[in-house]
């Protein structure tokens, strides 16, 4: 007797224009059956899931919706986990393997990467990540903040291009005033710096300023700030970090 296998498909929606979706991310969603994702990012595929069974959930049901997921494949459905940006970067992806490994499932997972917050906000101000750089979260929800502190100490003694996610909240308001004030022992006060809210998608802000000036700024959740290394420049409104070519 015969039975038909689920699959969970992992999926990075990218920063949510369409064009920013790889094709492969828009066929997974295709082929599923189930769609289960955050409610806000159920919104931005809403065009895709007719006759589909669509499970959304709000903030802090990460480990729900995998399980929801896994339920659901395990029934013979083609399931699909969705993520902003890339699922394997703060999304879905960690989550979802973990449970299949406690469970000792054998049900198949597949991995579809997208193009994270980082990577469109370094498009919308040039190309200045172009040498060695560190992505850093600033919410101490799943993470203690001495351990953020320390993590900022080091990209910013070892010269690297800093990218802040989850910059500020209306609950975290001093954590970027500590972060600013971390990278100010080891950067210029007049290191560039990118503003980028909204990247990629509609109601795109891009502010370049200095690492003095930052927080100036309006800076939330729907931010990513880019802050240089030592040879980062702005010129001509683009914010560039040489790769060390000779040009």
């Not at 370049?208 to 802050?227: F, Q, R, Y």
Request: one cysteine or more.
């Amino acid at each position: 007797m015969s039975y038909k296998k689920g699959k969970i498909y992992i999926v990075g929606l990218g920063p949510g224009k369409r064009e920013y979706m790889v094709p492969e991310a828009l066929e997974a969603i295709e082929k599923s059956e189930v769609i289960i994702g955050y409610k806000t990012y159920i919104k931005l595929v809403e065009d895709l899931l007719k006759n589909k069974s669509v499970i959304s959930s709000g903030m802090r049901k990460e480990i729900d919706r995998c399980k929801k997921a896994l339920e659901y494949a395990k029934k013979g459905n083609i399931v699909s986990l969705i993520s902003s940006g890339d699922a394997g970067v703060y999304g879905m992806a960690g989550i979802m393997l973990e449970i299949l490994l406690k469970e000792d499932s054998n049900i198949e997972a597949q991995v579809i990467p997208g193009v994270t917050a980082a990577n469109a906000a370094a498009a919308c101000l040039g190309a200045p990540l172009m040498h060695d750089y560190a992505v850093i979260s600033l919410s101490d929800l799943l993470t203690d903040w001495e351990v953020i502190e320390k993590r900022i100490e080091c990209a910013a003694k070892g010269d690297f291009i800093i990218c802040l996610y989850n910059p500020k909240s209306k609950g975290r308001q001093k954590q970027i005033e500590i972060a600013r004030k971390i990278m100010l022992k080891y950067k210029d006060k007049d290191t560039p710096v990118g503003i980028v809210r909204n990247a990629k998608r509609e109601g795109e802000q891009i502010i370049l300023t200095t690492l003095d000036k930052m927080l100036e700024n309006k800076i939330d959740m729907l931010t990513v700030v880019v802050i240089g290394n030592s040879q980062t420049f702005i010129k001509n409104g683009k914010m560039v970090t040489p790769r060390g070519y000779k040009v």
